[in-house]
């Protein structure tokens, strides 16, 4: 991709979606926010400020934002991933085979989100990925941000394991979240989003345990900008 | 437990069982290096040097080790796993309920050891708090250090996820993670070792694909020394 990929953020008027939403279209990328309705899609976009000459936020339901962008991003509650999925694959049934979904969608069980509790397949990176197939090229990331860490816009601290089965799919995730200050981590196949998907169990506890609000993750022992 | 305890290294000749003994030995702890020979054993603990007045390392066969043990660290490979805590069951099994089993065994199946593949138990370390039943307070840690900065005696430079179901009993290991040099955190009840544990996978995949030997992770958010 040459230039800057149109972005569709699916639950993008929840907390984790809006705030990735805000960050890209603060950082000049064309966002359209998803959600089940355009109206509240619509009403969404109105509160996000773009920079860089980047258009308006634009708000559309779901489908139609899919249909709209070159890469579309999940961000919708567990209990939704899999409608969610499916909604899309019709909506990219006729597009060329491959296009980059981030899957941002973490399996919390309530009540016990403290408590890893993975689903069968492994993974929700894996859900989405079997669910898709050649349709897309799905690459989870953005599991272990805090939500107002986005909002705040100060420095957010903590890496983004990114993972998918494609290299260059995981390359451009990369760039998309060094765009709005974070450093992406190469972490591999879509099996190890089971890592990056756990982990966010881990931090809501140590969030509790330590009384602290944004607990996240650094990896050591490489270079900083890497 | 007021005084030090004894400590238990199964596997105590490999990489990182001889390199946590090697730690323990030089902070003032008795280690007891279990080996499923006693003169692999013995061999092993001749080479470690003590420190603060600690009696040498010694050598015994698995069994011994246990018995002797007030505290367990089972450090062999996962093909290993389920007989040595068979094993070290009948060891303990008429010794008082509830001694700490210390377990760092990561579920690597080879070949693919740089792609997570966790049991469907959950966890290695769920497997061993089942199998141990109310013998053992099961708690994994460790998974994520590198053998190598162990023996290398500098700074580890990474965090230590303590998982386990009885609260105590994690505080116990972080104070031994603590006194060799790592900051342990309470990351919760034993089900959250698969985030610990998957993470092991893509730590060796980020060594390779960042040429570096010693990638690790730290908590951030939460107070330095916590």
Chains 1, 2 share one sequence.
Not at 37 to 58: F, Q
């Amino acid at each position: 991709m040459q230039t800057r990929p149109t972005l569709a953020i699916i639950g993008g008027t929840g907390a984790l979606g809006s705030g990735l939403a805000t960050r890209w279209a603060a950082a000049g990328y064309t966002v359209i926010i998803g959600s089940r309705t355009a109206d509240k899609a619509k009403s969404a976009a109105l509160e996000i400020a773009t920079g860089n000459g980047a258009p308006p936020v634009r708000g559309e339901d779901n489908a139609t934002a899919a249909r709209l962008a070159d890469v579309i991003v999940i961000a919708v509650p567990f209990s939704h991933h899999d409608a969610t999925l499916r909604e899309i694959r019709e909506a990219i049934i006729d597009a060329p085979p491959g296009k980059i979904i981030v899957d941002a969608v973490v399996p919390l069980v309530p009540p016990k989100v403290a408590q890893v509790q993975m689903p069968a397949q492994g993974s929700a990176g894996q859900i989405a990925q079997e669910l898709l197939g050649d349709l897309a090229r799905v690459v989870s990331a953005f599991h272990n941000v805090g939500a107002a860490k986005l909002h705040n816009g100060g420095d957010i601290g903590c890496d983004v394991l990114v993972c998918g089965n494609d290299a260059e799919a995981r390359v451009e995730v990369i760039a998309l979240t060094a765009a709005i200050g974070m450093r992406g981590i190469d972490a591999g196949p879509i099996a190890n989003s089971a890592a990056a998907e756990a982990l966010t169990s881990v931090l809501i506890g140590i969030n509790r345990r330590y009384k602290v609000d944004c607990a996240g993750i650094r990896i050591t022992g490489i270079a900083a900008g890497a």
